[in-house]
């Protein structure tokens, strides 16, 4: 183990300020006291969770608006028809207002069938499996194997609808970025960042949620080589972070991740390297 590169890494996740958590989708899970409302909201912030941080917030905002103060509850009485009304004209890059009424409509089956997310997550998930991959994917497929008619009409989800983009399975060598995010949010112990809702599942389970910051640091941290940000990557790089932390690799995620997202690594070439708290130990200060 690289004691010095713990240490930074520590140091780096005692620093995680409520300005970064600002900037995060996470954030709109902490406007809502209720761990029922939380878990609810934390799949659709998550969902939405790729492309510009600003039109993910501003996105995720109207979306919030209009659910309102309790976010079970107003999922709870979805009516897909009055969905498709109220989020008209909803975008945000390839997923329009169908994929979202979908999404809503998928999480109240989820609800009517186990009464919680996390429920419905572990009836596929075996406790005694190694991995979380088995349970991530049962998950994915059980959603799209869903009733989809009152949002699409008959005939299934339709080809030309991105709502599929929401759940990838690691099987398909997707990240699942968005989902492991997810799963991130609800397991870890709750930290001022984590919400520590779910208790079925172990920290030391998940699979860190690689986007390009995390791909791109990664590598730089020597984690891994893989030249995509896929399956495999994630697995590398959550394995390097276990030698640092068996029991819970992914504490490191929000503060390496937000090296991008808050602190400029990867859009200011070498003035944002110069302040960077992983300066001495990050090959990546050579190459810009």
């Known amino acids: 183990m690289n004691r010095s590169l713990k240490t930074i890494l520590d140091n780096l996740y005692e620093a995680r300020s409520q300005a970064h958590l600002n900037n995060d989708p996470l954030s709109f899970c902490h406007r809502y006291q209720d761990p029922k409302d939380q878990e609810v909201a934390g799949l659709i912030a ?23 103060p ?6 709870e009485r979805f009516e897909p028809r ?18 979202l009424c979908a999404l809503l409509l998928a999480v109240r089956q989820m609800l009517t069938e186990a009464d919680t997310i996390e429920s419905f997550f572990l009836k596929g998930f075996a406790p005694d499996t190694a991995g979380i991959a088995q349970g991530m ?23 030309d609808s991105y709502f599929p ?29 984590d919400l520590g809702i779910w208790q079925g599942l172990s920290p030391a389970q998940l699979i860190i949620p690689v986007d390009a ?11 891994t080589q893989r030249r995509q940000a896929d399956w495999k990557a994630a ?17 490191y995620d929000f503060s390496i ?14 003035n944002a390297c110069l302040s960077c708290d992983i300066a001495g130990i990050c090959s990546g200060i050579t190459k810009n």
């Open 70 to 75: 309790e976010p079970r509850r107003f999922v």
């Open 213 to 223: 910051h995390i791909h791109r640091i990664g590598r730089y941290l020597g984690f």
């Open 46 to 68: 998550a969902s939405f969770a790729y492309g510009n941080v600003k039109i993910i917030l501003r996105n995720l905002e109207r979306i919030f608006s209009a659910i309102g």
């Open 137 to 159: 994917e049962a998950f994915a497929a059980r959603i799209l194997a869903m009733d989809y008619a009152p949002v699409f009409g008959t005939g299934g989800i339709p080809k």
């Open 82 to 99: 009055s969905g498709l009304a109220l989020f008209s004209g909803f975008k945000h890059r390839f997923n329009d207002s169908r994929d």
């Open 257 to 270: 991740c937000h090296l991008g997202i808050s602190e400029g690594c990867g859009k200011s070439g070498r």
């Open 165 to 193: 983009f929401f759940f990838p399975s690691p099987a398909g060598g997707s990240a699942c970025k968005r989902l492991c995010m997810y799963l991130r949010w609800m397991v870890r112990p709750a930290d001022g960042i």
């Open 235 to 251: 697995q590398e790089i959550t394995a390097a972070l276990a030698l640092l932390d068996p029991q819970d690799p992914v504490k």
